[in-house]
């Protein structure tokens, strides 16, 4: 290839006298060229003209393209240790100018954007997507959970030395490949081929703005989707822990449904950006039955993992009922849940001379008992509580939201069941079935309600955590 057969396919593609291009390049891919990296920075610079601009990135391994432009006497550097550029051309002063000084390393004050503001091109010269640095602006302006911020880092600059890090900085992978047919299907990626290397042309301004309509409706736009790929994994457990957290409930999920053993427990909660737990099983066991050194080292694993138990959980009252109540109060457990039953008042009494908050959940009685149950328990100094079962008021044939909590269960309310189920008792996943979960979630968002709303509780839930986090934030999202 010679200089001019590559001049007319840069032509062809649409590039012209003035304009900006940042350039992210392949040589080899390209085939022969004629005078090799010197004849493709010609090329470009001859098209582009005295007012246009090249610039390219100069962090990380450099191409040869790269390290040929940065070696001109007329090229003008960026002061960035982590995201530099090296530019020539008329725009290339302005665009390199206080880099270092930006908030972020890719958002506004950076050459990325700035290359966007001037209406300039990236060009992606026989690489993928995944060379896309303006991709990182798109993350960084759109602030994602999962970026970090970087390790200080000290450099020179004209006005000294300087210590700095730089927040919303890009983590390891994201699947970036996975966005070049929607670039392409949305009209904003021209293909060309220039010898043997695929050419990609777009207008930095206009793959801006598409992706940061596309980062407003999902967060996760960059992840892959693969459950193998850990940093994704970490990277949407970091979305859905900051999107849990905007709600004003604790949403937690039940022991069995996030694992049989506690470090698996805390790994899926981890992996899920659950914070909360509600301690049921333990390896298959009951909490009821489990010795109170056993509970207790469960409770510090789990804190210790980032993962606050909320409460121990209790399916029937046995003998060894007020003994859960004492654990609760010796591993600092805030809160016992229990079945509604004729023992209820014995158990109030026994949480109030520990210190424990109680809550029960209706089994088998309509709602019109349960609030007789609770407003007769209810003594002054001593809050009852009630853990809503949806499901188990859809079993005893109310419509839970209809009729159930409205009679005058809300106020007793400070815990809802995450599970569903038909009126035979046949469970369906979340907002299937006839527990009206969804218009209770709603209705207690209405009222800011900060009470929990629990995961597997009931242990009824089928699938593991993953896929009950992502149906309940699916069901969020539809409200
Ligand atoms: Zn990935």
Not at 131 to 145: D, Q, Y
Not at 238 to 261: D, H, K, P, V, W
Request: proline share 4%; net charge negative.
């Amino acid at each position: 290839m010679y200089r001019v057969d590559i001049e007319a396919k840069l032509r062809g593609l649409g590039l012209k006298q003035s304009d900006t291009v940042l350039l992210h390049s392949s040589l080899s891919s390209l085939g022969y060229v004629d005078g090799g990296a010197e004849t493709v920075i010609d090329s470009f610079l001859s098209i582009l003209g005295e007012e246009g601009t090249l610039v390219v990135p100069t962090f990380g391994t450099l191409g040869v393209i790269t390290e040929a432009l940065r070696a001109r006497s007329e090229s003008v550097s960026s002061i960035h240790p982590r995201a530099s550029v090296a530019a020539i051309g008329g725009k290339a002063t302005e665009i390199c100018r206080d880099h270092w000084k930006a908030e972020t390393a890719h958002a506004q004050q950076t050459p990325y954007t700035r290359i966007a503001d001037l209406g300039g091109y990236v060009c992606l010269l026989g690489v993928d997507q995944d060379r896309n640095t303006t991709l990182h602006a798109v993350e960084a302006l759109l602030k994602l959970p999962y970026l970090n911020r970087t390790q200080e880092a000290t450099f020179s600059t004209p006005e000294g030395d300087v210590s700095r890090s730089w927040p919303y900085f890009p983590g390891p992978h994201r699947d970036f490949i996975g966005l070049d047919k929607r670039l392409r299907d949305g009209g904003i990626v021209r293909v060309g081929r220039i010898g043997n290397a695929v050419v990609r042309l777009m207008k930095s301004r206009e793959l801006i703005d598409a992706l940061l309509v596309d980062g407003k409706v999902d967060p996760a736009f960059v992840l892959c989707g693969n459950p193998n790929c850990a940093d994704c994994v970490r990277q949407q457990a970091a979305i859905q822990r900051q999107r849990i957290r905007n709600e004003n409930f604790t949403l937690a999920t039940s022991g069995l449904l996030a694992g049989r053993y506690i470090p698996q427990m805390s790994e899926s909660c981890r992996s899920t950006g659950i914070d909360s737990i509600e301690l049921d099983y333990i390896q298959g066991e009951p909490a009821q039955v489990i010795p109170r050194d056993r509970l207790s080292a469960a409770v510090s694993d789990l804190t210790a993992d980032g993962c606050a138990v909320i409460s121990f959980r209790a399916s029937s009252v046995t003998e060894h009922a007020t003994s859960l109540i004492e654990s609760a109060a010796e591993c600092g457990v805030p809160r016992v849940v229990f079945p509604l039953t004729e023992e209820a008042a014995d158990l109030i009494s026994s949480a109030a001379e520990h210190g424990v908050s109680i809550s029960f959940f209706n089994v088998h009685l309509g709602s019109v008992s349960v609030y007789e149950r609770l407003a007769k328990l209810k003594t002054p100094g001593q809050d009852i509580n009630l853990t809503f079962s949806a499901s188990n008021f859809a079993k005893a044939g109310e419509k839970p939201f209809l009729t159930s909590y409205n009679a005058k269960l809300k106020r007793f309310t400070d815990q809802l069941d995450l599970e569903d189920c038909t009126f035979d008792g046949t469970y369906t996943r979340l907002g299937m079935g006839n527990a009206e979960i969804k218009e209770l979630v709603s209705i207690l968002r209405c009222a800011s309600f900060s009470g929990y709303m629990v995961l597997g509780a009931g242990n009824r839930t089928e699938g593991d955590l993953w896929a009950s986090v992502e149906g309940f934030l699916h069901l969020l999202d539809s409200i």
